[in-house]
């Protein structure tokens, strides 16, 4: 076996498992999962009839760069939705459909990555766990940029030594952040590339949340706007990942896309033809329904805004908590600075079940950045989120006895 197997960590999911394992919450309360990053809205009605409408087509063995359709939705929703006007996106060269933005974080990993000696993949921490993951079962070295409240919960790009830049071959950025909720302004994002540039490495853009915003005329900027503004016309070293989970609450049909640069897309898709992962062709029509309509889009972005509205009164009151510029996450720090007793306790008094912080951060040079944090998902409907949030405001206020 891959010796490097041994190396990947539990998910954070086992670990709370394991942790609430033998917990007995009170038979009264229902249930609250507020723990996984997964939408519970209403899917859109026209994603649902395509699929129904094209479920004869499964009878045909889908072409792995996407139907023609799919890929030119894709690209006239990234010029209208992320790029300055005249900007372009050719959906020939630039655009692949993937299974969802953790399959593609993945295997970009694997077809990127030089095996080296000293090869580093620059992420985020805390992070999404795949981008470790997949550094590591490509041979290279997960190089941690903390974002803490000393760094306004952003990577702290510029304390990174040149030498170590110089080893880098990916950084991975999210913004909208998981689990901070911060965005990356256009600035950031072009100093990114021009240390990419200096230190020739690559930038993996994860934007899975990029639909999910607080100020309705402020959405947060995309590497390929930071790109094209920078006079990167072919989006060079640029590779932005999105998904159909988020911005239109379907996480089961596993949709998404990858765009950027074509001379990383192109040896990219030689990778993806011999990893197996074509999807289904109703999933792409369906898709392509999905990626044209911006209606249904606006409507859940609505109910996310509505859920932190209310439940924001609720909570700031007991926690040191602040309002994220995107996605659906709170990130408080708890009195105390234990998250995981925090959150072992809530689940025993109250039914609800959040994630520790540290669950989802490595801890290097001893220290965790996310120890003293938990990470509440507001997912539900919004009288559910309520409900929580006025259960965790009681635990709170009973001392968690």
Same mark, same amino acid.
């Given at each position: 076996?891959?010796?490097d197997?041994?190396r990947?960590?539990?998910?954070?999911?086992?670990?709370?498992?394991?942790?609430?394992?033998?917990?007995?919450?009170?038979?009264?309360?229902a249930?609250?999962?507020?723990?996984?990053?997964?939408?519970?809205h =209403?899917?859109?009605?026209?994603?649902?009839?395509?699929?129904?409408?094209?479920?004869?087509?499964?009878?045909?063995?889908?072409?792995?760069?996407?139907?023609?359709?799919?890929?030119?939705?894709v690209a006239?929703?990234?010029?209208?939705?992320?790029?300055?006007?005249?900007?372009?996106?050719?959906?020939?060269?630039?655009?692949?459909?993937?299974?969802?933005?953790?399959?593609a974080?993945?295997?970009?990993?694997?077809?990127?990555?030089?095996?080296?000696?000293?090869?580093?993949?620059?992420?985020?921490? *805390?992070?999404?766990?795949?981008?470790?993951?997949?550094?590591?079962?490509?041979?290279?070295?997960?190089?941690?940029?903390?974002?803490?409240?000393?760094?306004?919960?952003?990577?702290?790009?510029?304390?990174?030594?040149?030498?170590?830049w110089? +080893?880098?071959?990916?950084?991975?950025?999210c913004?909208?952040?998981?689990?901070?909720?911060?965005t990356?302004?256009?600035?950031?994002?072009?100093?990114?590339?021009?240390?990419?540039?200096?230190?020739?490495?690559?930038?993996?853009?994860?934007?899975?949340?990029?639909?999910?915003?607080?100020?309705e005329?402020?959405p947060?900027?995309?590497?390929?706007?930071?790109?094209?503004?920078?006079? +990167?016309?072919?989006?060079? +070293?640029?590779?932005?990942? $999105?998904?159909?989970?988020?911005?239109?609450?379907? *996480?089961?049909?596993?949709?998404?896309?990858?765009?950027?640069? *074509?001379?990383?897309?192109?040896?990219?898709?030689?990778?993806?033809?011999?990893?197996?992962?074509?999807?289904?062709?109703p999933?792409?029509? =369906?898709?392509?329904?999905?990626?044209?309509?911006?209606?249904?889009?606006?409507?859940?972005?609505?109910?996310?805004?509505?859920?932190?509205?209310?439940?924001?009164?609720?909570?700031?009151?007991?926690l040191?908590?602040?309002?994220?510029?995107g996605?659906?996450?709170?990130? *408080?720090q708890?009195?105390?600075?234990?998250?995981?007793?925090?959150?072992?306790?809530?689940?025993?008094?109250q039914?609800?079940?959040?994630?520790?912080?540290?669950?989802?951060?490595?801890? $290097?040079?001893?220290?965790?950045?996310?120890?003293?944090?938990?990470r509440?998902?507001?997912?539900?409907?919004?009288?559910?989120?309520?409900?929580?949030?006025?259960?965790?405001?009681?635990?709170?206020l009973?001392?968690?006895?």
């Amino acid at each position: 076996m891959n010796p490097d197997l041994d190396r990947l960590q539990a998910y954070p999911f086992e670990r709370l498992s394991a942790l609430l394992k033998g917990n007995a919450p009170p038979p009264g309360l229902a249930p609250i999962g507020m723990s996984i990053g997964e939408p519970r809205h =209403a899917p859109p009605r026209l994603v649902l009839d395509s699929l129904a409408a094209n479920l004869h087509q499964l009878g045909s063995y889908p072409a792995t760069r996407g139907l023609p359709a799919l890929r030119e939705a894709v690209a006239r929703m990234l010029e209208r939705r992320w790029l300055p006007e005249g900007a372009t996106v050719d959906a020939e060269t630039m655009v692949l459909p993937v299974n969802g933005t953790r399959e593609a974080l993945f295997s970009f990993v694997q077809a990127v990555v030089a095996r080296r000696s000293g090869a580093r993949v620059a992420m985020p921490n *805390p992070c999404y766990q795949i981008y470790e993951g997949a550094a590591l079962l490509a041979g290279a070295e997960p190089l941690y940029l903390d974002t803490t409240a000393t760094t306004r919960f952003l990577p702290d790009l510029d304390a990174v030594p040149a030498a170590v830049w110089d +080893r880098v071959q990916l950084l991975f950025l999210c913004s909208p952040g998981n689990p901070t909720g911060r965005t990356l302004s256009l600035d950031y994002l072009q100093h990114a590339l021009a240390l990419a540039e200096k230190h020739d490495f690559v930038i993996a853009a994860d934007e899975c949340y990029a639909e999910l915003y607080d100020d309705e005329s402020q959405p947060p900027p995309s590497l390929l706007r930071a790109a094209w503004q920078a006079g +990167r016309r072919r989006y060079e +070293r640029c590779m932005v990942f $999105h998904s159909l989970s988020k911005r239109s609450s379907v *996480p089961g049909l596993r949709s998404g896309f990858v765009a950027g640069d *074509p001379a990383l897309i192109k040896p990219y898709l030689l990778y993806r033809t011999y990893h197996g992962c074509a999807m289904a062709i109703p999933t792409q029509l =369906a898709s392509a329904v999905a990626w044209q309509d911006d209606a249904h889009v606006v409507a859940n972005r609505a109910l996310y805004r509505e859920k932190f509205a209310r439940v924001l009164p609720i909570l700031q009151p007991v926690l040191d908590l602040y309002r994220p510029d995107g996605a659906f996450y709170l990130w *408080p720090q708890v009195e105390g600075g234990d998250d995981v007793g925090f959150t072992q306790r809530l689940h025993a008094q109250q039914n609800l079940t959040i994630l520790p912080g540290s669950y989802l951060a490595r801890e $290097h040079d001893g220290r965790n950045p996310g120890r003293g944090r938990v990470r509440i998902s507001l997912v539900a409907g919004v009288d559910e989120c309520v409900a929580a949030a006025e259960r965790i405001r009681s635990f709170i206020l009973g001392k968690h006895s």
